[in-house]
């Protein structure tokens, strides 16, 4: 007898993450390592937050409370909700994840664009439903193709505003002009992983108010980004009472370990480390943006902590050619990678680096 497996689990394959910094170090043996590949916060996280951490050492062996009512109540607090109608979970990853359990039948459609964030389109073949790929046009969500998608199969729509990897966005004249095309018992997956990033004035800065007209809507955020606390695994989601109400039955009872409640707490009432982490994210784009256009190297317009540019080489090859000196990227594919915004040292070590690779 042989054992067998979900066949919607064959075509899948496993996340590849960027390597650590430690076995970078180890293999090329190398000193100084800058990790340049994930979208960190290359300040680390708000200095409150370890003497919160601290505060709880000390009851570790207690369950961390599965409702996370405290982190709930913070965060209905600072954007003016109730906490009826907020989700934490362990990263958005979870969210992705417990959203496709809670909605994806087999047979269901759910649109996506290609490139995007990769967990939409491996959690929708996960639940058997079927993937309606919708390419980028000029690096950019195209809704109007996603419009053109649409059929009375789709349940759920993937948007990532910014996206991840490009960088770029779309405004709220867009998302509007598509929302109200979206039947209402089709989910729109809203992830806001970088929103916090974003500098142009026509993103749709107050997503949370589109829940009053549109209750289809499920807004992702994460700590992991901007609040630098990427290693303890937590985001909330804002969305109706009715939809929060059915994810909690596929949710994990304690998803969100206490650490992670604890951290996040302080640091959504941090606005000093907030404004300190977008300020250095926006000189540093302003760095790497010149830096490219004087090496006549295209890049995507970003509104995020990352940049995604055409090296005019092999992804890979410049990929490891960079690691060799100490500097970790993300390639993405063909001639194309993605690089995080880093400290202005890091970042000019990085072009430094690039030239040198390049030449
Ligand atoms: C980084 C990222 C996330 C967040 O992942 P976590 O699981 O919260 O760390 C979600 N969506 C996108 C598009 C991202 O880039």
Known sequence: MTITFRHQIKELSPYQPGKPIEDVKREYGLKEVIKMASNENPLGCSPKVKESILEVLDSLNYYPDGNATDLKEAIAKKFNIEPTQVQPSSG???????????????????ILADVTFPRYLTTTKMMGATPVVVPLKDFAYDLEGMKNAITDKTKLIWLCNPNNPTGTMFTEEVLLDFLQVVPKDAIVVYDEAYNEYVTRKDYPHDSIKLLESYPNIIIMRTFS????????????????????MNIDKVRGPFNVNKLAQVAAITALLDDEFLSKSYEVNKEGKEYLYKSFEEMDIFYAPSETNHIFL???????????????????????YKTYIRVSIGTMEENQKFIAALKEVLK
């Open 92 to 110: 958005s990853d979870e969210m992705v994840d417990l959203i496709a359990k809670t909605f994806l039948n087999e047979g269901d459609e759910a």
């Open 225 to 244: 980004k901007v609040y630098g606390l990427a290693a303890l695994r937590v985001g909330y989601t804002i969305a109706s009472k009715e939809i929060l």
């Open 310 to 332: 055409n090296v005019g080489k092999d992804c890979k090859e410049v990929f490891l050619a960079l690691q060799k000196l100490g500097i970790i990227i993300r390639p993405m």
